[in-house]
């Protein structure tokens, strides 16, 4: 099995046309058939059904592209890191986050990892839980930083710090930290959530922060985007959960109550694939021996 040979079934596999392919490949459309087939031989599966007018993906071949593609990128990240290594640079790491990270842990984090390993370049993505933890599994991420995940069983975590929840409010609400008894008082409010789609464990927990207080959320608005919270409070058109750290930095016209006495706690957590800590032995030792705050 050659690297053309993967190449070929590749783009044959998003051209479905043997002429194509072989225009986008530089070769003849002999040779391609030729290496298909000689690729199918060698594996003993038919990648591909073809007859004079269509060409598709057997369930077989399905299952080879998507595998060969993981390869295929895994190889472009060894070839960058070879070239970065020839010309003395540490390297690339892809870091996906989310916004109550970069509001706390996330820049210290940065500003330990530049230090003890120079040269370094990070490639930050704000991207939700869901969306981590699909690329941290296709290689497409080095690090995931998420609140509250369900992480993979194909994947490793720390939690890296504890939080309080926050309920924010907006300004002319009545109730205010000094007559705040009980989470109960907010059994008739309306909700601003994240997704399910996008974060279900995390979406449970805040929904059982209302259970345990003895009613079921009313939700009216759905946004992933913590600065869209905000806003919304602030415009009165709901209210909603923050960790405390996501807080931090900003200035929104807004009330803010800590939940101290409630068990749900926000839980900052690095996820990443185990297969990279070979890569990156000094930078994965660093992370997880970062302290719990």
């Known amino acids: 099995m050659t690297l053309q040979q993967i190449k070929s079934v590749v783009v044959l596999s998003e051209k479905l046309n043997f002429t194509r392919a072989a225009e986008e490949l530089n070769i003849v459309q002999p040779a391609l058939s030729r290496q298909i087939k000689q690729l199918e031989e060698q594996i003993g599966a038919i990648l591909?059904?073809?007859?004079?007018r269509n060409v598709?993906?057997?369930p077989a071949g399905q299952h080879f592209v998507k595998e060969v593609k993981k390869q295929l990128a895994q190889l472009e990240r060894l070839?960058?890191?070879t070239v970065n290594i020839h010309n003395g640079h540490a390297g690339e790491i892809n870091i996906g986050f989310t916004h109550s990270i970069m509001q706390t842990i996330l820049p210290e984090i940065l500003k330990t990892i530049n230090c003890q390993i120079p040269g370094i370049k990070a490639v930050l993505k704000e991207m939700n839980n869901r969306d981590q933890y699909l690329a941290l599994q296709q290689n497409e991420l080095d690090i995931g930083f998420a609140t509250n995940p369900m992480v993979p069983f194909n994947l490793k975590s720390k939690v890296l710090r504890?939080?309080?929840f926050l309920i924010l409010l907006p300004e002319d609400h009545p109730v205010d930290k000094h007559n705040y008894t009980d989470f109960s008082i907010f059994s008739n409010e309306e909700f601003i959530f994240p997704s399910v789609a996008d974060g279900p464990n995390y979406v449970h927990i805040l929904e059982s922060i209302c259970i345990d207080a003895g009613f079921a959320p009313k939700i009216v608005h759905e946004t992933d985007s913590a600065s869209t919270s905000f806003r919304l409070v602030e415009a009165g058109l709901g209210i909603s959960f923050e960790p405390v750290s996501s807080l931090q930095g900003h200035e929104f016209p807004i009330k803010i109550i800590e939940l101290k006495d409630i068990k749900q706690k926000a839980q900052l957590t690095m996820?990443?694939?185990p297969e990279r800590e070979t890569e990156y032995p000094l930078l994965f030792e660093l992370l997880k021996n970062w302290a719990v705050s």
Do not use: A, V
């Open 48 to 52: 591909f059904i073809r007859d004079k």
């Open 56 to 58: 598709k993906l057997t």
């Open 79 to 81: 070839k960058k890191q």
């Open 162 to 164: 504890i939080d309080n």
């Open 271 to 273: 996820m990443w694939n």
